[in-house]
C-alpha cells in the first residue's frame, strides 16, 4: 500500500537520448570537484548530495524539493544513473530534471521529456499511481550524475519517513520541514542516533554526514528493519488536523472510518454465505468453509486507484468480480462471517517482519491486510494462530491472500510481527503469535537397501506441514504438470549425484492440508568401494547446515523463517558379508535457538541414522553469531560422516 517517491532504480536501465549541452545548478557543480574520503575498493557509488525539503500549508497541500547527487566509482554503480519519481492523481509531478558531468567531458542535461512512464506495480489491473524514469548518459566511473525534482500535492495523511540510509555511502543527507504558524510535530528516529535539528521560525533542518551502507550479510533482516529512518507526524491547526494521527487509536480509526461503508452486507452477501456454510457441522465448521472460499475462490488482483490504496472496494462489488487485492479479500470475508454471525477485526501488518516501526503510529508503516477471527466458544481446537485478548477474547489470525496457508497458521513473515489490530473505536498495536516448532515439521523417513557393487534402491517418503508444505506446493504448482518431476530431481541430484528416480507421487498437493511426498530411488555407485571397504555415507538426502560464510563480527542478527523441526530416518540393509568397522561420532548440540543431534547404530542387518534438527527462534542475535557458526559447522560435520563396513574374511 506504501509508495514512496524519488527511488534510485537497482536496475540496468539506459536511454537513446539526445542530451542537451545546459548549464547545470550551482547546487550540484560545487559537489563535482569537492574532495571524497576514502572508501572500501567494493564501493560502487557514493551519495554526495541527498536534500529533501518539505513545505506544508495550512491548506495541508506539501510541496517536496529533492536534490541528489551521486558519484560513480567502479562500474557495477552504473545503475546509479537512473532515477524514478513515483507520483498520481493527488500528487503531481511538477518538474524533473538530470545533470551529467561524464569524467573528462563536457556537462550534460537530461531533460523531462526524455523521461519513459511506466506503471509503478505491475501486479496491478489498474492503477493511478505512476513513475518517470530518467537515466543520464555517459554514467562511467568518475562521473557524476544529479537528481531535482518538486512535487505537489494534498496527501490524506500529514506524516513523511525519512529513509536516509542505502546501500551505498551517503556523504551528507539533509532534510527542512516548514511548518504554518502554530503547527507542531513528532519525530522518531529509527536505527540511527537521535539528532536535534536546526531550528529558525517555524522551519526545522536535519542535516546527517558519512551516512555509512548497509553492509551485505547472509540471512540478515529485511532492510527495512535495520535501515536508518526519521519518521515525521506533523500535528496540524483548523481544517487540516483531522489528517493528522497521533497515536494508533488514531490511526485504527482512521482505516475502520474508511472500511465501514464497504462492509456493507446485500442480499448476493447473504445468499452466498448461506450457501457456504449449509451442512456446516459445527461453528467452526462453517468458519472454515468461509475462510477456504475467499481464500481459494476470489482471486488477488490489485487496483490501487487514490485513496483506494489503503480503502478496500465494496464487499458485493468483490464477490461479484470474484477477485480483489488483501484489503478487499479480508472485506468480504469479514462481511461474510457476519452474515453467520461471527465478530471479526482487521489486522494491519507489513509483508516483511521488522519493518514496522512501533513508535510511528502511521499507517505507513503496512502494506498488507489480515483478518483476526473471534474464536467460537465451546469447541477445543489445535490452532497455533491464535492470540489472546482481553476483551474481545481468543481470536484467531488469518491471512485471505495466502493461498498456501491454512487456517489456523500464519505465514512466516507475519509471525512474531506487529500488527494494527482495528476496531470500530480505533487500533491498537499487537504482536502476532510466533508458532512453536511444531507447526512446521518435516519428517523424512527411508526404507533402503544396499548392495554389495555400492548401489543403493529403496523407498523414501516425507511428510511436510507449516512452511515446509507450503515451499513445497509453491515449487510443484509453478512448474507446468509434465516437469513437476522436475523439482523432486533438482532435490535429489545435490545429495545422491547418479540417481533414477522410479516412481513419485504427491497426497494434498491441490488443498492446504498435510502434504505427503512418496517416491522410489535407484543410486548406482552410492557406496564408495575401496579394497575390502565399502563407505556409506550415513546421512542418504536432504541438508539442514547453512553457508553462514566465514566465522566473523557481524553488524545485523540472523534472521530465520519461522521455528521448526525435521527429523530424519533412513534405514539401510547393509549386502550380505559386510560389517561394520566405523561408525560417524553421534552429534549433540544444543543452543538456545536451535538444537541438532544425530545417532547412528545397527540393528541386525539394518545400519540405522537417526536426526532431529529443532530451531527455536526467528532471529539469532549477532552477539551469538559465534555459537550458531559453530552448530553450523557441526550439523555440516555430521551431513559429510561416512559409515566404514568391512568385508567378512571367508573362513
Request: charged share 20%.
Given at each position: 500500500m506504501k509508495v514512496m517517491s524519488g527511488t534510485i532504480l537497482p536496475v540496468t536501465f539506459?536511454?537513446?537520448?539526445?542530451?542537451?549541452?545546459?548549464?547545470?545548478?550551482?547546487?550540484?557543480?560545487?559537489?563535482?570537484?569537492?574532495?571524497?574520503?576514502?572508501?572500501?575498493?567494493?564501493?560502487?557509488?557514493?551519495?554526495?548530495?541527498?536534500?529533501?525539503?518539505?513545505?506544508?500549508?495550512?491548506?495541508?497541500?506539501?510541496?517536496?524539493?529533492?536534490?541528489?547527487?551521486?558519484?560513480?566509482?567502479?562500474?557495477?554503480?552504473?545503475?546509479?544513473?537512473?532515477?524514478?519519481?513515483?507520483?498520481?492523481?493527488?500528487?503531481?509531478?511538477?518538474?524533473?530534471r538530470a545533470w551529467c558531468f561524464p569524467a573528462g567531458q563536457p556537462e550534460y542535461e537530461v531533460k523531462e521529456k526524455e523521461a519513459v512512464e511506466t506503471g509503478l506495480a505491475g501486479e496491478s489491473l489498474y492503477s493511478d499511481v505512476r513513475q518517470k524514469i530518467l537515466s543520464v548518459p555517459a554514467a562511467d566511473p568518475g562521473s557524476v550524475a544529479g537528481f531535482e525534482y518538486e512535487q505537489r500535492g494534498r496527501p490524506f495523511l500529514l506524516q513523511h519517513v525519512w529513509d536516509f540510509q542505502r546501500s551505498i555511502p551517503v556523504r551528507k543527507a539533509r532534510l527542512t520541514l516548514q511548518l504554518p504558524a502554530g503547527w507542531e510535530f513528532q519525530s522518531v528516529w529509527r536505527n540511527h542516533t537521535p539528532q536535534d535539528p536546526a531550528q529558525s521560525a517555524n522551519q526545522w533542518t536535519?542535516?546527517?554526514?558519512?551516512?555509512?551502507?548497509?553492509?551485505?550479510?547472509?540471512?540478515?533482516?529485511?532492510?527495512?528493519?535495520?535501515?536508518?529512518?526519521?519518521?515525521?507526524t506533523y500535528l496540524a491547526k483548523g481544517p487540516a488536523a483531522s489528517k493528522s494521527h497521533a497515536n494508533w487509536?488514531?490511526?485504527?480509526?482512521?482505516?475502520?472510518?474508511?472500511?465501514?461503508?464497504?462492509?456493507?452486507?446485500?442480499?448476493?452477501?447473504?445468499r452466498k454465505s448461506a450457501e457456504i456454510v449449509a451442512g456446516a457441522g459445527s461453528p467452526w465448521k462453517k468458519v472454515e468453509a468461509m475462510t477456504s472460499f475467499v481464500q481459494s475462490q476470489i482471486r488477488y488482483v490489485s487496483i490501487p486507484i487514490g485513496i483506494s490504496s489503503h480503502q478496500p472496494h465494496a464487499a458485493a462489488d468483490v464477490l461479484a468480480n470474484r477477485y480483489g487485492d488483501c484489503k478487499d479479500k479480508a472485506t468480504l470475508l469479514k462481511a461474510m462471517?457476519?452474515?453467520?454471525?461471527?465478530?471479526?477485526?482487521?489486522?494491519?501488518?507489513h509483508s516483511e517482519r521488522g519493518a514496522v516501526n512501533p513508535a510511528f503510529a502511521s499507517v505507513l508503516n503496512f502494506d498488507h491486510v489480515i483478518l483476526a477471527i473471534r474464536q467460537p466458544p465451546g469447541e477445543e481446537l489445535v490452532l497455533f494462530a491464535t492470540m489472546d485478548h482481553p476483551s474481545i477474547g481468543k481470536l484467531v489470525l488469518f491471512d485471505p491472500t495466502d493461498p498456501l496457508t491454512p487456517l489456523g497458521l500464519l505465514p512466516d513473515t507475519e509471525q512474531s510481527a506487529y500488527g494494527l489490530l482495528v476496531r470500530d473505536d480505533g487500533g491498537e498495536l499487537v504482536q502476532l503469535p510466533l508458532h512453536s516448532p511444531s507447526a512446521c515439521r518435516m519428517i523424512r523417513s527411508a526404507a533402503l537397501k544396499l548392495l554389495a557393487d555400492g548401489s543403493l534402491t529403496g523407498t523414501v517418503q516425507?511428510?511436510?506441514?507449516?512452511?515446509?508444505?507450503?515451499?513445497?506446493r509453491a515449487a510443484y504448482r509453478s512448474a507446468e504438470a509434465?516437469?513437476?518431476?522436475?523439482?523432486?530431481?533438482?532435490?535429489?541430484?545435490?545429495?545422491?549425484g547418479r540417481f533414477q528416480l522410479n516412481s513419485w507421487g504427491l497426497v494434498n498437493l491441490d488443498n492446504t492440508d498435510d502434504l505427503t511426498l512418496t517416491y522410489k530411488i535407484?543410486?548406482?555407485?552410492?557406496?564408495?568401494?575401496?579394497?575390502?571397504?565399502?563407505?556409506?555415507?550415513?546421512?542418504?538426502?536432504?541438508?539442514?547446515?547453512?553457508?553462514?560464510?566465514?566465522?566473523?563480527?557481524?553488524?545485523?542478527?540472523?534472521?530465520?523463517?519461522?521455528?521448526?523441526?525435521?527429523?530424519?530416518?533412513?534405514?539401510?540393509?547393509?549386502?550380505a558379508g559386510y560389517e561394520v568397522d566405523e561408525l560417524p561420532v553421534p552429534v549433540n548440540a544444543d543452543y538456545p535457538f536451535a538444537r541438532y543431534t544425530s545417532k547412528i547404530e545397527m540393528e541386525g542387518r539394518i545400519l540405522r541414522y537417526e536426526r532431529q534438527y529443532l530451531t527455536r527462534q526467528v532471529e539469532v542475535s549477532k552477539e551469538s553469531f559465534d555459537d550458531l557458526w559453530s552448530l553450523q559447522r557441526s550439523i555440516s560435520a555430521d551431513e559429510q560422516g561416512y559409515a566404514v563396513l568391512r568385508k567378512k574374511p571367508v573362513n
Open positions: 539506459f536511454l537513446s537520448v539526445v542530451a542537451a549541452t545546459a548549464a547545470a545548478p550551482d547546487w550540484l557543480r560545487v559537489l563535482v570537484s569537492a574532495p571524497l574520503p576514502s572508501y572500501p575498493a567494493k564501493t560502487n557509488a557514493v551519495v554526495l548530495l541527498d536534500e529533501r525539503v518539505i513545505t506544508v500549508k495550512d491548506s495541508g497541500e506539501i510541496k517536496t524539493t529533492r536534490r541528489l547527487a551521486l558519484k560513480i566509482l567502479r562500474p557495477g554503480g552504473r545503475d546509479y544513473g537512473v532515477f524514478g519519481v513515483a507520483f498520481d492523481n493527488d500528487t503531481h509531478l511538477t518538474y524533473l536535519w542535516e546527517l554526514a558519512d551516512v555509512p551502507p548497509v553492509e551485505t550479510e547472509g540471512f540478515m533482516p529485511p532492510l527495512g528493519a535495520i535501515t536508518g529512518q526519521l519518521a515525521l487509536r488514531d490511526v485504527g480509526a482512521w482505516f475502520a472510518s474508511l472500511a465501514a461503508p464497504r462492509l456493507a452486507a446485500t442480499p448476493e452477501i447473504a462471517l457476519k452474515e453467520a454471525g461471527f465478530d471479526s477485526y482487521y489486522v494491519l501488518v516425507e511428510k511436510r506441514w507449516g512452511r515446509f508444505a507450503a515451499e513445497t509434465h516437469s513437476q518431476s522436475k523439482v523432486l530431481e533438482s532435490f535429489l541430484a545435490q545429495s545422491l535407484t543410486a548406482p555407485n552410492y557406496g564408495k568401494n575401496a579394497g575390502p571397504y565399502l563407505l556409506l555415507r550415513s546421512r542418504v538426502l536432504g541438508q539442514k547446515s547453512i553457508g553462514l560464510g566465514e566465522k566473523k563480527a557481524r553488524s545485523y542478527p540472523v534472521s530465520f523463517p519461522t521455528p521448526s523441526v525435521q527429523l530424519d530416518r533412513f534405514d539401510i540393509e547393509l549386502p
